[in-house]
């Protein structure tokens, strides 16, 4: 079946800009989360979806990110009026259930706010 | 801060030797998993390890996890040029008994292996 998928892959965008990002679990997964990646660093935790709901924001850096998924299926993260820290790589991920389970992450989006 | 921190921070050998990559954390742990990275983009799961647990096999993989030391170390058998890549651990806490999932990553280990 397939993966987790995510678009845009690439995202160029100036500063002050609001930008969405979209995430596609795997079908039937109950859990979804969103991370950060900078540049040489490792994953940092934004936030994640127990079906529609979302639990643990506590990863969220500011008021300007927001998270939403429907139909427990689709999530979008949009960061309202970008700022040139907000250059990463956001990565999803799904996983059946939230305890002790492996993630399946999607590719990621590679977002450059200049 | 984060959970996890690996060590070395990179790593370069030849191919046919042996990688050993070590993980430190924090705190209570219900389970700790090593991810693969290539390229700076999706990751990709090699093996999960419960706090039950002592040693696992997966192929030319094998971890051991430390509960008393807070440590797990991921070995690589017979390296391959294709091993090359980034390697994260990662931990799912134990916060008050519950699991929430949430994965808290070390800064990765860069495994460069030489043809």
């Known amino acids: 079946g397939a993966g987790v998928s995510q678009s845009p892959s690439n995202k160029v965008t100036e500063k002050g800009k609001d930008v969405e990002l979209r995430c596609d679990p795997i079908s039937g997964h109950t859990a979804l989360y969103w991370y950060r990646q900078r540049l040489g660093q490792g994953l940092e935790f934004l936030i994640y979806f127990q079906g529609n709901s979302a639990p643990d924001k506590s990863g969220l850096p500011s008021d300007r990110f927001s998270a939403e998924r429907t139909g427990e299926s689709v999530s979008t993260l949009t960061i309202q009026r970008t700022q040139q820290e907000d250059s990463a790589v956001y990565l999803c991920?799904?996983?059946?259930?939230?305890?002790?389970?492996?993630?399946?992450f999607g590719p990621g989006t590679r977002l450059t706010v200049t | 801060s984060q959970q996890g921190e690996e060590d070395p921070q990179a790593l370069s050998i030849q191919e046919g030797e042996n990688a050993t990559m070590n993980c430190s954390y924090k705190?209570?742990?219900?389970?700790l998993q090593w991810y693969r990275q290539n390229s700076g983009r999706g990751l990709v799961h090699l093996i999960l390890i419960r706090s039950n647990e002592r040693e696992k096999h997966s192929g030319r993989l094998r971890v051991t996890l430390d509960t008393s030391k807070k440590s797990s170390s991921l070995l690589i058998t017979a390296s391959r040029a294709a091993d090359t890549a980034s390697y994260f651990c990662a931990t799912d806490f134990n916060l008050r008994g519950t699991s929430y999932g949430k994965l808290t990553f070390g800064q990765g280990t860069i495994l460069t292996v030489h043809p």
């Open positions: 991920a799904s996983s059946p259930w939230t305890s002790g389970s492996e993630q399946y």
């Open positions: 705190t209570s742990i219900n389970n």
